[in-house]
């Protein structure tokens, strides 16, 4: 019911009118009960079994036409702008057997110059067979027939492209959670893959991808931070290629569907770069746009970027209020699966430290054990030993010793055999056991500052963890302090 809840819950008022006048019978029927508990209450598919006096099997049986429904409603409703030319496409093959050769002919080629404009290779394949076979006899078939392959090698470039540039997006997430040397490698692959098909062919739609691409990648990593200043020029020349691509293509069903992108690019980079005037003025125009994005599940990766940086842009200008603005309405919008490990680690980490900035210990920890309980976090090692970590902070913190000390001895066991290439982390884990210890407190606080300086030398490299955290003078006297509020 939870993910039925969510969906209605996001449907417009004139979209769920639509979707009532779908279900057939009136209000009494079991279908308009489940749109309108789903619509207006928060209940559990056991609650809504009973109410209907249902059977498991007819409830779920239930539940699966109303998403088709849905599914037919959204199908409906998705904006084609270029449904003109596909429609025109559909009927290309009838010009075969239509009585005015030159006339089709004249018409075809007319359609070929609009596809052509809008990077429609798959269409211009249909275009270009029909071409050819209209001119079988005369010179001009076999230009033509050339055509008509060149694109179908085309056409299959492109979309080993689009394959590539979304895979590669979700690989950078997965080395960015795994520091992963295989992932490293199978990225730089990747993007070399994708600057070679871009290489190939004269094209804005593959020039779209690969601009995305590099920016993110340039942006990602954190080895590549420092040299961010220096590639400004080249950066800001990118993203405005794209803006004018997406300005002059603005009926390409896939533009619109992504143009709202370029504000978030900005700030990524000038965040990331340290511009923070212009990351700030791009930060006010991306987060207009979180409303309408973030319920949709293919803009996650967009997103979550933008709250990475959000996360660096607080570290600046210390404000908690810009921090949480948008989490009510991400938490109750955002689509994340368990599949998309890197969304669902870097969501809840994000949650976990606005509420660790606003001295809700309590829930920063519950949000990092609710991950760790519905992921397993073996396989991405960095960000397991920084969520453990962070969360073994909100126990000290609380002056919960025992569960503090559980992580702490859980942790150490496993990074024993690697403690050259985990330095910063068991540092860590000794600010945090000296924190619990009934000593002297001034000097334990002593202690304590010189551990964290100890843990902010040792933290650099692809294993710094924990860049997020702060800790001030009134946050190291609060967890030495073994009385805690």
């Not at 969906?7 to 279908?31: A, W």
């Not at 070929?112 to 078939?141: F, G, H, P, W």
């Not at 859980?410 to 056991?433: G, H, N, P, V």
Request: aromatic fraction near 12%; charge should be positive; proline fraction near 2%.
């Amino acid at each position: 019911m939870n993910v039925l809840n969510k969906t209605i819950k996001k449907l417009t008022t004139e979209e769920y009118q639509q979707l009532i006048q779908l279900i057939s019978g009136g209000r009494q029927n079991k279908p308009f009960k489940v749109l309108e508990a789903a619509r207006h209450t928060n209940k559990t598919d056991n609650e809504m079994m009973r109410e209907l006096e249902v059977s498991p099997s007819a409830y779920y049986t239930l539940k699966s036409r109303l998403n088709d429904k849905i599914a037919s409603l959204f199908a409906q409703n998705t904006k084609s702008p270029v449904n003109i030319l596909m429609d025109e496409v559909t009927r290309v093959p009838a010009h075969l057997y239509g009585t005015n050769r030159e006339f089709s002919i004249r018409a075809l080629t007319d359609l070929q110059k609009q596809l052509i404009e809008y990077d429609l290779s798959a269409e211009l394949i249909v275009v270009y067979k029909t071409l050819a076979q209209l001119s079988l006899y005369t010179e001009n078939y076999n230009h033509y027939f050339r055509l008509y392959e060149k694109h179908v090698a085309y056409s299959l470039a492109v979309g080993k492209a689009e394959d590539i540039f979304y895979r590669f997006l979700q690989k950078l997430g997965m080395y960015l959670i795994s520091n992963s040397d295989k992932e490293y490698d199978d990225l730089i692959l990747m993007k070399r893959e994708l600057f070679n098909i871009c290489e190939l062919y004269n094209s804005h739609r593959l020039t779209v991808f690969q601009s995305i691409a590099n920016i993110y990648w340039q942006c990602g990593l954190p080895e590549k931070k420092d040299g961010l200043k220096k590639k400004e020029i080249e950066i800001e020349q990118q993203i405005q290629h794209l803006e004018a691509i997406f300005e002059k293509y603005n009926q390409d069903t896939l533009y619109q569907n992504i143009n709202f992108i370029i504000p978030f690019l900005y700030f990524e980079f000038y965040q990331k770069a340290g511009n923070q005037v212009k990351a700030d003025f791009y930060y006010a125009q991306a987060k207009k746009n979180i409303p309408e994005i973030c319920s949709k599940h293919f803009h996650n990766f967009i997103v979550i970027q933008f709250l990475n940086s959000k996360i660096d842009k607080f570290l600046t200008d210390h404000s908690e209020t810009t921090l949480s603005e948008l989490n009510d309405l991400l938490v109750s919008q955002m689509d994340i699966s368990v599949s998309e490990c890197y969304h669902l680690i870097s969501f809840n980490r994000f949650l976990a430290i606005g509420k660790f900035y606003n001295h809700d210990y309590n829930g920063a920890a519950k949000t990092l054990n609710q991950l760790r309980n519905t992921l397993s976090m073996k396989k991405f090692k960095i960000a397991d030993v920084e969520c453990r970590l962070f969360q073994a902070l909100q126990y000290c913190i609380l002056n919960e010793d025992g569960l503090c000390q559980q992580i702490i001895s859980s942790l150490r066991r496993q990074l024993m055999e690697e403690e050259d290439q985990w330095k910063s982390a068991l540092t860590f884990m000794k600010l945090l056991k000296t924190a619990l210890k009934a000593i002297d407190l001034r000097k334990k606080n002593k202690r304590i500052h010189s551990l964290w300086e100890q843990f902010q030398s040792e933290n650099t490299g692809k294993n710094a963890i924990l860049k997020f955290v702060r800790l001030d003078e009134s946050m190291i006297r609060r967890m030495s302090n073994p009385i805690k509020n």
